[in-house]
């Protein structure tokens, strides 16, 4: 019943938090924000709000373990120059790096890939820096939408549930005891930048 949150490790942030289950329910047990996972197991609830981020949720129902991300953008930009997953200073923050060191960590606990159930959420058009530049708009959340759905069509992987690209944000409720993930839209969270 124990929900262990991960932060990219900077001098700011720098360490993991665990949170212990409520039996009673009446309120999530961890908050997921941006740039962190979560580990899930059990009886344990995990709510987070999105807006172009995106939330992987993938879900072993055997174990009723379940890893959650809140990426923020798309690619890194020291991509060329990443010293890997032990030495990454922002792992989380991006959907082309988390989203296999998720997998990885899964595996190294016996859960195979094809075995997930996999819900991809938010990646929504609440950011959209208008300007000068092909198509005249620089839209995050479709970014990283695409950038979630390629590397799970590049692997092989069905998407169970594809919530993504709303035009508002949205808040999430992932139950590890059933599975399931409650998302609840917010028509007033939308945003423009010129």
Do not use: W
């Not at 047990?29 to 059990?42: C, M, S």
């Not at 055997?62 to 890194?76: D, E, Y």
């Not at 695409?146 to 169970?160: C, D, M, S």
């Not at 409720?173 to 028509?187: I, Q």
């Amino acid at each position: 019943m124990a929900v262990k949150l991960k932060r990219a490790h900077t001098a700011a942030i720098g360490r993991s938090v665990e949170v212990r289950g409520r039996r009673a329910r009446p309120a999530p047990d961890a908050f997921l924000g941006p740039a962190q996972i979560a580990t899930v197991r059990h009886q344990a609830l995990v709510r987070t709000v999105l807006g172009s981020c995106v939330s992987a949720v993938l879900y072993h129902r055997p174990s009723r373990t379940a890893m959650l991300c809140h990426a923020v953008l798309p690619c890194c930009p020291h991509a060329h120059r990443c010293p890997g997953p032990g030495g990454c200073q922002e792992l989380y923050r991006y959907v082309e790096c988390v989203l296999p060191y998720m997998l990885d960590r899964l595996a190294a606990q016996g859960i195979r890939a094809r075995d997930l159930e996999i819900g991809l959420y938010g990646g929504a058009t609440v950011i959209a820096i208008l300007g000068r530049g092909r198509g005249g708009q620089l839209d995050v959340g479709r970014r990283n939408s695409a950038a979630a759905r390629a590397f799970f069509k590049a692997k092989g992987l069905r998407v169970r549930e594809d919530r993504l690209g709303a035009d508002c944000g949205c808040r999430i409720l992932f139950d590890a005891a059933s599975g399931t993930t409650r998302v609840e839209f917010l028509p007033g969270m939308t945003t423009a930048v010129t």
